[in-house]
């Protein structure tokens, strides 16, 4: 055993904790120990007689995890200690300590939801958040609540909060340990890197500024293999001779990676360029200076790809200070940041827990098969209801549910492959040959955007070598994986677009007219391709990448397919349907009968008979673009109906967004043999309106707020209530013999009295003082403008008329 670590001091509080609770959350910062001590203090206590299981969240974390914890027994790795990940195990018959990635975790509890033999799991890492981790903890919950009291559960991290981990494991004990770590000091940019260089290239000027400010050795962050690979090549001729470059990726060979972790045998400086892959579990020898480069690569869901894939991103602060704390560990250190001071606030406080951000697909298909709904499993972060019904709705496309969300046998076959369930799909339906494909699909793409988007241009630069030689490397033990899962190859041959759309159902396109690469596509989305691209003419194509613009996505990746390789993968949900809809560009319903996969049309004829109803139907989309108009008698109405709303009456709202929000109910069945804008524009909508209101209703409207007043020559006048106040207009002469103002709704009807040519010449409400008071000068003044016709003094005692006075012969 080696020295004296700061978990030592926690270790009899953790043992008590399991003994009497059987769950434990331990707080330890990087270097306490946790990692190293832990399991085996746990394989040595005498409550444990069955194996223990602890996760780590990487490949190498696990491995070096194994070997340390083996190291200290004076084993080699499989005899006590063992490690098993996805294409590798290394354990024995006498394993007791086995190490393993996430996600085999899960794998072991759907094989085994008891455990069988297992006392022990411990999570380290835990703040880490991965989606298989989060998942593991709740099927592990579980398994302990329903199944196996007895199982011990350690969730251990470095920067978690507890208090929420230790509430969902039922109040468990918190056990916290200070830890040992020496001062760090940060060293910022005086001012913000210029946007017009590379990260690359700031991170080799800060990289040769720290190596000439400090000694000893540095580890510099960088988000992945490429801006890895990049530094390297910059810093190499400046650098001195006794110094040495050393990468750290998840991509690479084992002992490349061990190399990078090992001290330096010669004494000599190293350099170590590493992904967030260092941030944690992982001692790297000899470190103290850190250089950050201040962005992250993480998994995001990419609605380009349909699936998860790693996007960079700027560090959360938690992780810069994880990152610094690598400085601290063997004495007082540095840590470079390349931002400025000022900025460091603008960095998020947390990086997001990744069934947050990733796509659900994975854990859909593993929910279904554990055969419980997400509500009743205890995940401290609850997946997206609307993220995770998406990813159910894709299983159901992939035959990996039923209609009733339940796994079929094809799931179950899908849960097993290591691979995303759209390239397990693939693989399982075209075996072997669907091997290349499924590798590079799930790989960034080789080629770049400017290669243009045809797929079938990387499978050939991969058989002619035309791709770096990692990459190619990577892809060759993928497909010799891949191929291992599919012992059969008797299988019928598919092209690439067939086997395109195995993997992406959703996403086969059809080209729209016109000359513009613009597609639909069969989940009903919109994608638009690069002009003269070489696949920009093809009539139907399966698309693999997009940038994941929800309007109108640009295709980045795509294999064309003929339509009979369409008919021959998806007959059975190509059907003939009936379809009458509303055309925006020829303001018209059309009725067609269509073949259709998804939203592509595959065929399609006149439906010459289509149904009324069918037509009423598509017709209201019809009103929802071009809006309602009102004619003035129909305007009169809503407004004397809004009145009697504003005095408290019980009387439907007639605001036209609302109208449009129920036209379903009131309009539908008087779109009867309307099925243009011009027809919809000649319809009265008086009498729809109408049909809302109640005979008590319209009893009511009527007597409160009259549509019409009789004249004195009995002719009706429509009553316009716009502006609160009942007003009509009316020739003057049509009042003569009034000695009574008019009333209405209990207020004097606002009468414009109109001259013989319609100019209005008085408004009053009251017409017997008119008549007393200005009607003289009205009758002055008109007399000579329309002599023919009548201007009475006393117009009390005339009768009202509207003829003029015969000319003289």
């Avoid at 609770?21 to 746990?42: E, I, S, Y």
């Avoid at 969240?57 to 063992?82: D, F, H, K, W, Y």
């Amino acid at each position: 055993m080696q020295g004296a670590l700061p978990i030592d001091d926690v270790l009899p509080a953790l043992l008590s904790a399991l003994e009497t609770h059987g769950r434990a959350v331990l707080q330890a910062p990087p270097g306490a120990g946790k990692t190293t001590r832990v399991p085996l203090a746990v394989l040595q206590a005498a409550k444990f007689h069955g194996k223990i299981i602890m996760l780590e969240p990487r490949r190498l974390a696990a491995r070096a995890a194994a070997e340390r914890l083996a190291s200290q027994l004076n084993e080699p790795v499989g005899q006590t200690v063992g490690y098993a990940m996805r294409g590798e195990r290394k354990t024995g018959p006498n394993t007791r300590i086995e190490v393993v990635t996430e996600g085999i975790l899960t794998r072991m509890i759907q094989s085994d939801p008891e455990l069988t033999g297992i006392d022990c799991v411990i999570f380290d890492e835990f703040h880490e958040r991965s989606l298989n981790a989060d998942l593991g903890l709740a099927l592990c919950i579980e398994c302990r609540t329903a199944l196996r009291e007895d199982l011990a559960l350690i969730v251990m991290s470095a920067t978690l909060d507890a208090a929420p981990v230790a509430e969902l494991l039922n109040d468990a004990p918190i056990i916290t340990s200070e830890g040992r770590s020496y001062p760090v000091e940060p060293i910022f940019l005086s001012r913000p890197t210029s946007k017009e260089r590379r990260l690359e290239a700031h991170m080799a000027d800060l990289i040769a500024q720290a190596l000439n400010e400090t000694d000893g050795s540095i580890l510099a962050f960088l988000p992945g293999e490429g801006e890895i690979r990049r530094t390297e090549s910059l810093l190499a001729s400046r650098i001195a001779t006794d110094t040495t470059l050393r990468p750290l990726f998840g991509a690479m060979k084992f002992q490349d990676q061990r190399a990078a972790i090992q001290p330096q045998a010669d004494g000599r400086r190293k350099v170590v360029l590493a992904t967030s892959i260092a941030e944690t579990s992982l001692t790297i020898e000899g470190i103290t200076t850190v250089v950050d480069s201040g962005f992250a690569r993480r998994a995001r869901f990419d609605a380009g790809t349909g699936m998860s894939r790693l996007v960079t991103e700027r560090a959360s602060r938690a992780e810069a200070t994880q990152r610094a704390g690598r400085a601290g560990r063997l004495g007082p250190g540095k840590a470079y940041k390349l931002w400025a001071k000022g900025e460091n606030g603008t960095l998020p406080a947390f990086a997001p827990a990744e069934i947050e951000t990733a796509d659900l697909t994975g854990l859909a298909l593993e929910l279904a098969l554990w055969g419980a709904p997400p509500e009743d499993l205890p995940f401290l972060t609850p997946p997206n209801p609307i993220a995770l019904g998406e990813a159910q709705a894709l299983l159901q496309t992939l035959g990996a549910l039923d209609k009733d969300l339940r796994i079929t046998a094809h799931g179950k076959a899908l849960a097993r492959l290591p691979l995303h369930p759209r390239l397990g799909h693939m693989l399982s339906k075209a075996g072997k040959q669907a091997a290349m494909p499924a590798a590079i699909l799930n790989e960034r793409d080789p080629l770049g955007r400017s290669a243009g988007c045809d797929l079938s241009l990387r499978t050939r630069a991969l058989q002619d070598r035309r791709v770096p030689k990692d990459y190619g490397s990577r892809i060759t033990q993928e497909v010799k994986r891949l191929n291992k899962l599919m012992p059969n190859a008797s299988q019928d041959p598919f092209s690439l677009g067939s086997m395109a759309a195995l993997a992406y159902p959703d996403r086969i396109g059809q080209r729209r007219k016109g000359d513009a690469p613009r597609y639909v596509l069969s989940g009903g989305k919109g994608a638009v391709m690069e002009e003269g691209d070489v696949l920009g003419n093809a009539p139907f194509i399966v698309v693999t990448d997009t940038d994941g613009n929800p309007r109108e996505a640009r295709i980045r990746q795509a294999a064309q397919i003929d339509l009979a390789d369409i008919r021959a993968l998806y007959n059975a949900q190509i059907t003939w349907v009936d379809e009458c809809a509303w055309s925006k560009r020829e303001r018209r319903v059309i009725a067609y009968q269509r073949e259709k996969l998804g939203a592509l049309v595959l065929d399609e004829r006149l439906w010459k008979d289509a149904p009324d109803q069918a037509i009423a139907h598509a017709m209201l989309d019809g009103v929802r673009a071009l809006g309602l108009t009102f004619s003035p008698a129909t305007q009169r109405f809503r407004t004397r109906v809004d009145l009697m709303r504003q005095a408290g009456e019980d009387f439907p709202d007639l605001d036209e967004v609302v109208l449009l929000d129920s036209i379903e109910q009131w309009l539908l069945p008087y779109l009867s043999n309307i099925k243009n804008a011009a027809q919809l524009k000649a319809l009265d909508l008086l009498n729809p309106l109408k049909s809302l209101l109640t005979w008590d209703q319209q009893q009511r409207l009527d007597t409160a707020a009259p549509s019409h007043v009789e004249t004195p020559l009995g002719r009706r006048i429509a009553v316009d209530y716009e502006y609160g106040t009942p007003e009509i207009e009316l020739r003057l002469q049509e009042m003569f013999g009034t000695t009574v103002h008019p009333i209405v709704a209990g207020q004097a009807l606002r009468v414009t009295l109109l001259s013989p040519a319609g100019r209005p010449v008085q408004t009053t409400t009251d017409i017997p003082a008119f008549w007393d008071t200005s009607y003289a000068d009205v009758r002055k003044d008109m007399r000579g403008r329309y002599p023919r016709h009548p201007w009475p003094e006393n117009p009390r005692e005339a009768d009202p008329t509207l003829r003029a006075k015969r000319k003289n012969r």
